[in-house]
């Protein structure tokens, strides 16, 4: 099993980039697929999810109405869109997928995910001012 990211990159404030993931070794059937952040010094977060069993999508409060999550079955890739980018959005971005992935939600932001199985290495995402 693999995850590979990229599309990472340096952009400057309000300006978009998109991460790709490229998955091999499973089909995304009945896995949870989730992005997750960790900036420098900082632990690392969940920004981004579809859930394995419905296909809901959950982001995080600090990117909601931002990024768009999405996944190709056929191609077995997922993807993060990241819009009007801001220097807190600098980190490095992990793709995961796990079948037993589980989320906590508040008030229809995503909070923690659990139950990741497979990770990618991570790609550098820097946005300056």
């Known amino acids: 099993v693999q995850l590979v990211e990229s599309g990472g990159g340096l952009v400057q404030a309000g300006e978009s980039l998109t991460l790709s993931c490229a998955a091999s070794g499973f089909t995304f059937h009945g896995y949870a697929l989730a992005w997750f952040r960790q900036a420098p010094g900082e632990e690392r977060e969940a920004v981004a999810i579809?859930?394995?069993?419905?296909?809901?999508?959950l982001y995080s409060k600090s990117v909601k109405g931002r990024f768009i999550m999405s996944s190709d079955t056929d191609a077995n890739m997922i993807y993060l869109l990241l819009r009007n980018l801001k220097p807190d959005d600098t980190a490095v971005y992990y793709c995961a997928a796990g079948m037993r992935g589980e989320m906590r939600v508040l008030d229809g932001d995503l909070l923690k995910v659990y139950g990741m199985d497979f990770w990618g290495h991570g790609v550098e995402v820097t946005v300056s001012t």
């Open positions: 579809i859930s394995g069993r419905d296909g809901r999508k």
